[in-house]
């Protein structure tokens, strides 16, 4: 992986966002910008455990922080990264497994809460 992984991250980060910051036709747009990101970088794990392979490494500690936002995406925007991209959310259960990753992110939960204030306070709703 290279600069399109890094680019890849810039795109994940504000598709992300704007599956609960926006609605209508720019959510939907988000929503699929979202999941293409998603199923390339499903391409590119292929049928690895992580993406180097056996061992987790540098890009799945870059990439598994997004995977306590995922609940938010998928509830503002009415999708399912599990259906769209089976493989990910395994490689991503599979990250969720390790100690060190469970204990340093946030609940999902508290991010959808979280999240929801943002909106109401941004008048997204």
């Known amino acids: ?27 939907e747009a988000a929503k699929k910008e979202f999941i293409e990101v998603i199923k390339t970088l499903e391409g590119q794990l292929g049928d690895k455990a992580y993406f180097g392979g056996e061992t987790f490494g540098y890009v799945d500690l870059s990439l598994i922080p997004f995977y306590c936002w995922f609940h938010t995406f998928e509830t503002f925007a009415k ?4 259906a769209e991209c ?11 497994q390790k100690e ?6 946030p609940d999902e939960k508290k991010v959808l809460g979280f999240v929801a204030e943002m909106r109401k306070k941004f008048g997204v709703e």
């Open 1 to 27: 992986m290279n600069g399109g992984f890094v680019l890849s991250i810039f795109i994940l980060y504000d598709a992300g966002r704007k599956t609960w910051s926006t609605t209508g036709e720019e959510q």
């Open 79 to 82: 999708f399912s990264v599990a």
């Open 86 to 96: 089976p493989k990910f959310t395994a490689w991503a259960k599979r990250c969720m």
């Open 100 to 105: 060190s990753v469970a204990k340093s992110l």
